[in-house]
């Protein structure tokens, strides 16, 4: 990991920094490349501008591990009336939420009536709902959750890190039950006794799981296969292992973050593959406009252009 890299990351964890980071005028500016706002109202004007170029939404309000219970509440009641906004207006917009953010580290049985109080409207209006994937800390009680809720509500989906050494086996579990699978690189630091260290091997497993999950697509059990990445050639590399699976090219569905790869998601929606954009909103910005710069350090010559510019 480069030396950019895990300083971002580690500002992103920092209490300090995530109090007074998003109070610097110059980082509010450079963050708005990836978020049109802090509303859920800027998050429902770039779905409609997205959905004229055949492209629909994933939502995420931002925040996670809350520390109050209050907030958690708060969070999915929030979630909850955006749900029904997004029914009664028949828009196509997919929520996707962190359980740290529903009380998780507080409480884990109060965090899943949360996360059941979302899952049930999301059921009730047609929805489908994601939970994130965070620190290695909780993937074993955010799967353990995810099998709950599905065994009550069918569409229902789970983001899957490829930087993990025990995806394989996660993703073999999630597709004999049905349950989606958004699959990602990875975005937080972890050491290398859990997570490929070099990213050459990150893209490989990523192409391996990719490969396993568009088999589970045969099973025809609700299983919904993800791949959420803005990396051209990975992408290049799925598809072309779907054709020749005999798989059509709707099959490959395609996840990106709002204001990264717009090019490229335009040329798969052309070419016939579904194309969702993740579209975050919300004060809590800080740790996860970190990781975007993390991804790719060039991004924080954008910060720094950002306080000259006028
Ligand atoms: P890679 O990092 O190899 O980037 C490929 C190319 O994409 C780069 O060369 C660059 O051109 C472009 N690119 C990538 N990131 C960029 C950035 N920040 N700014 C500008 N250009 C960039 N992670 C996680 O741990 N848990 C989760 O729940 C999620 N959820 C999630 C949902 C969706 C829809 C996406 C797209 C991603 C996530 N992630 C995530 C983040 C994910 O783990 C990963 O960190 C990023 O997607 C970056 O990795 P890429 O796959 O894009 O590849």
Redesign the pocket.
């Known amino acids: 990991m480069s030396m950019m890299r895990s300083v971002l990351l580690a500002m992103s964890e920092n209490r300090w920094m995530r109090e007074r980071g998003p109070r610097l005028w110059f980082v509010r500016r450079a963050a708005r490349a990836f978020m049109p706002g802090e509303e859920f109202a800027d998050m429902l004007r770039a779905a409609g501008e997205l959905r004229p170029l055949g492209i629909d939404t994933?939502f995420t309000r931002l925040g996670e591990n809350v520390t109050d219970e209050s907030e958690a509440s708060s969070v999915a009641r929030h979630y909850v009336d955006v749900l029904d906004a997004i029914g009664s207006a028949g828009i196509h917009c997919e929520p996707?939420i962190k359980l740290t953010q529903l009380g998780l580290d507080l409480d884990k049985e109060q965090g899943y009536a949360h996360l059941r109080a979302l899952a049930e409207r999301a059921h009730a209006t047609g929805n489908y709902l994601w939970i994130?994937?965070?620190q290695t800390s909780c993937v074993d009680v955010t799967l353990e959750l995810t099998k709950r809720l599905k065994a009550e509500f069918p569409r229902v989906g789970v983001?899957l890190?490829a930087y993990l050494y025990r995806t394989m086996d996660d993703l073999k579990a999630l597709v004999d039950q049905g349950i989606g699978v958004?699959l990602?690189?990875?975005?937080?630091k972890e050491p290398p006794t859990l997570a490929y260290p070099k990213?050459a091997d990150v893209?490989e497993n990523f192409f391996n799981l990719a490969a396993a999950m568009l088999e589970g697509l045969g099973r025809k059990n609700g299983f919904r296969p993800v791949f959420?990445?803005?990396?051209v050639h990975l992408i290049t590399r799925i598809r072309a292992h779907a054709e020749r699976a005999g798989l059509a090219a709707r099959d490959v569905e395609v996840?990106?973050?709002y204001g990264?790869?717009r090019g490229e998601q335009l040329r798969l929606v052309k070419d016939g593959a579904i194309v969702r954009v993740?579209v975050a909103y919300g004060s809590f910005w800080f740790p996860w406009y970190m990781?975007?710069l993390a991804?790719?350090p060039a991004?924080v010559w954008f910060v720094v252009k950002s306080m000259f510019a006028g």
């Open positions: 994933v996707s994130d994937m965070e983001c890190q958004r990602v690189k990875g975005a937080y990213k893209d959420g990445t803005h990396d996840h990106m973050l990264i790869q993740l990781r975007r991804e790719r991004n």
